[in-house]
């Protein structure tokens, strides 16, 4: 593999949270927190993908890299494809890791932690989980699991995505976390192709690889970082970054 490429999408429109990633946060706006954590992955060079001039502005004022897509995607992925074509024409880089603009009290390790199942020839993408450890989140419709069988210390091959309880019977639930790294075949690939009959159902975007016969493996972390989604989930990212930031 090549020196990875990570990306992070960021857009304004978000819906439960209008404006998310330039919400402010111990003085800065989310998207440099998050950022400024996939710079200390220390992984490869990092880029800031949206559709907004005001984020593309923000960051290049922080020494950063940004590019400006098109307002109309449907999906993520769609501005990652997008934005890849625009920073690595020439195609120098094979892994693209996809950061969610929304985490930015996420651990620079857990974002390393994704790459390993990309040394494997059959895996087209990994990701991460945790397992469930609060008996409300098994049964929380918003908490994704991941169903999959584990194929070597840490790793579980995915064979499904569910927003239900799964699997049944004794064993872990696993969090999944929505923290992706692509070859880039096969994200080219992925956003080719129509969107799926089980991935309308679950409203489950990466339903679709699986779908098609693409391999996701994903690894285990103890870390189950913060997603950014509600006012409330705003003020528990500020409580825990201040309290980082006295530390």
Known sequence: MSDPLVLIPARLAATRLPNKPLADIVGEPMIVHVWRRAIEAGIGPV??????????????????????TRVDHASGSDRLAEALEIVDPEGRHDVVVNVQGDLPTIDPAVIG?????????????????????E?????????????????????????YFTRSRAPWGEGPLFHHIGLYAYRRKALTRFVSLPQGELERREKLEQLRALEVGMRIDAMIVDDLPL?????????????LLARRRLN
Not at 232 to 239: E, I
Request: hydrophobic letters at 50%; proline letters at 9%.
């Open 113 to 133: 932690a994704v790459l390993p199942p990309l040394a494997d020839p059959h895996v087209h993408i990994a990701t991460l989980c945790a397992v469930i450890t």
């Open 135 to 159: 008996a409300e989140e098994a049964e929380n419709p918003n908490v994704v699991k991941l169903v999959g069988h584990a194929v070597g210390p840490g790793r579980l091959h995915a064979l």
């Open 47 to 68: 880029v800031v993908a949206t559709d907004t001039p005001e984020i593309v502005d923000i960051i290049e004022a922080q020494g950063g890299l940004a590019v400006l």
């Open 227 to 239: 997603g950014v989604d509600t006012p409330a989930d705003l003020d528990r990212a500020r409580t």
